[in-house]
């Protein structure tokens, strides 16, 4: 079973911006579509970015224009760099397959951003 580690929140301004990353333990060049998730305190988790193994990216509206998904398959990981964060979007941000059966969830970032 491949176990996802994410990493790089933090606390930001309004404005500021930061790289999450997903490092997985297994091979992920063979899985067609990964994506970033987040979780707002007392809301459900929701879809933030996803990418294809030949690199076609979508996104949620609301971060449309500020976050960019990536993938490195040599290294196994999953990126998302944020920019001009805003306090909405302070989550706690996942990693994981698209289509079922996902992978376990791991722990998850914190990003929190301050107005």
């Known amino acids: 079973q491949v176990q996802l580690v994410e990493s790089g929140g933090g606390l930001v301004q309004a404005g500021g911006s930061l790289r999450l990353s997903c490092l997985a333990s297994?091979?992920?060049?063979?899985?067609?579509?990964m994506a970033w998730y987040r979780q707002a305190p007392g809301k459900q988790r929701e879809f933030v970015a996803g990418?294809?193994?030949?690199?076609?990216?979508n996104y949620v509206d609301s971060v449309k224009g500020r976050f960019t998904i990536s993938r490195d398959t040599a290294k196994n990981t999953l990126y998302l760099q944020m920019n001009n964060l805003e306090p909405e979007d302070t989550a706690v941000y996942y990693c994981?397959?698209?289509?079922?059966?996902?992978?376990?969830w791991g722990q998850g970032t914190q990003v929190t951003v301050s107005s």
């Open positions: 994981n397959k698209v289509l079922p059966p996902r992978y376990s």
């Open positions: 297994g091979n992920i060049a063979s899985i067609d579509l």
């Open positions: 990418i294809t193994s030949d690199s076609t990216t």
